[in-house]
Nanobody, 124 residues
Framework: QVHLVESGGGSAQTGDSLTLSCTASEGTFSNYDIGWFRQAPGKDQEFVAS????????YYADSMKGRFTISRDNAKQTAYLQLDNLKPEDTAVYSC?????????????????WGQGTQVIVSS
């Protein structure tokens, strides 16, 4: 298993940027594909972005592509989500998740391990 902890959330204004981090312990980080998901108040969990174990393959939800960037540094046991040009509708709890040998890492049910989430609040 792998333990994940997110950080970097907070409050922001429309147009601001934030960088979220997902740091792993209790496992070999490079064995896992990583996804970012978000859950807005009153809404279901939503796929944001994912990255495979090596960092060679990345995937984005259509609504986030162009504003958000996923990356990872396996030596630091950390994955990142860069949020640019934030909008109020980006307000959500952002969670990272890990899967070993994921098939389609755009799908929520592929992920076995989840962090506790970090809150992002964007005001106009």
């Amino acid at each position: 298993q792998v333990h994940l902890v997110e950080s970097g959330g907070g409050s922001a204004q429309t147009g601001d940027s934030l960088t979220l981090s997902c740091t792993a312990s209790e496992g070999t980080f490079s064995n896992y594909d990583i996804g970012w998901f978000r859950q807005a108040p009153g809404k279901d969990q939503e796929f944001v972005a994912s990255i495979n174990w090596s960092g060679e393959d990345t995937y984005y939800a259509d609504s986030m592509k162009g504003r958000f960037t996923i990356s990872r540094d396996n030596a630091k046991q950390t994955a990142y989500l860069q949020l640019d040009n934030l909008k109020p509708e980006d307000t959500a709890v952002y969670s990272c998740a890990a899967t070993w040998q994921g098939v389609d890492i755009r799908l929520l049910y592929e992920f076995d391990y989840w962090g506790q989430g970090t809150q992002v609040i964007v005001s106009s």
